[in-house]
């Protein structure tokens, strides 16, 4: 595709930058959302028109860009009155750019090659800031031909587009690294919380753990917050909580248990529980240093 029109639900924290750095490599873009201010902001931008509805987007539209954060609200815009499902051309294309259940992915891409349109699930690693300058990390999936008509315009958004294989296999990829790297949060966090209570700097503690193998960028981001009060991630505990839930969910569905991802699940919860949803990952320090017996 050359310059297609693209359509772009979803204008939040990374869909506001992604939908900047389409209009700075001048594509026009179709916006819909409940959002006034966030509409408002594109529009001004210019090379951008409103829709009053997903079905009218998607009648509009080349190619439909999803950046919401649930598989319910990504269904809900595809098969809500006047969703995207009512509208979709033939040949356009649905991209998720959300992390969604993976099933759930696999049966809108169905229902939308029933009505000749294609879907892509692509979703995202690396910040706000990397969204507006079109150096994102994609995991996008789906059929080949699909993905190679809407690669060109992926590559505008990432500095690494990585091809996984079938529909659902970036959200499958993308669950997996969030558990993981959720993991490597709660881990560290609960570590400095007890280096605390023990009585050991924690600046220290991070000095020598990040001499070792252990060392990553997660550490980093949770030594940012534990030690130097920076909470800097970007990644709310509430998306977190949301993202395990689902790890957990693919797992039932494959017939098999995740003890580790169970534990991390629950130290979630009970954060959000706590009241500390709205912080960012590494702040989940805060609720361990509430544990008592």
Do not use: W
């Not at 869909?15 to 959002?35: C, H, I, S, T, Y």
């Not at 259940?101 to 294609?118: E, F, Q, V, Y």
């Not at 920076?230 to 569905?253: M, R, T």
Request: with cysteine; aromatic share 6%; net charge negative.
């Amino acid at each position: 595709m050359t310059k297609p029109t693209i359509g772009f639900i979803g204008l939040g924290l990374m869909g506001d930058p992604m939908a900047e750095n389409l209009q700075n490599r001048g594509f026009a873009l179709v916006v819909f959302g409940r959002k006034r201010s966030a509409i408002d902001t594109v529009l001004a931008r210019g090379n951008a028109t409103e829709a009053q509805t997903p079905r009218e987007l998607a009648e509009r539209c080349d190619i439909v860009m999803l950046c919401v954060t649930t598989s319910e609200a990504v269904e809900s815009l595809i098969y809500g009155d006047d969703g995207v499902l009512a509208g979709i051309k033939e040949g356009a294309v649905v991209i998720d750019f959300g992390t969604s259940i993976p099933a759930s992915t696999r049966k809108i891409g169905a229902d939308l090659a029933a009505k000749g349109a294609g879907m892509i699930d692509a979703p995202l690693g690396r910040s706000p800031t990397h969204a507006k300058e079109g150096l994102l990390n994609i995991m996008a999936a789906g059929d080949q031909t699909v993905f190679e008509k809407v690669k060109p315009v992926l590559e505008e958004q990432g500095e690494n587009v990585f091809y996984l294989g079938g529909l659902g296999a970036g959200h499958t990829t993308k669950l997996i690294n969030n558990f993981m790297s959720m993991t490597t949060a709660c881990v560290m966090s609960q570590a400095f919380a007890m280096a605390d209570r023990t009585g050991i700097d924690r600046g220290l503690l991070y000095d020598i753990m990040s001499a070792g193998p252990s060392n990553s960028p997660m550490m980093g981001f949770c030594k940012n917050y534990a030690v130097d009060g920076v909470s800097d991630l970007g990644f709310s505990i509430h998306n977190a909580n949301k993202d395990l839930g689902y790890f957990l969910k693919f797992a039932e569905d494959l017939g098999t248990r995740a003890e580790i991802a169970e534990g991390t699940s629950n130290n979630l919860s009970a954060a959000v529980a706590a009241g500390l949803g709205d912080g960012n990952v590494p702040e989940i320090f805060n609720y361990f240093m509430t544990l008592e017996r």
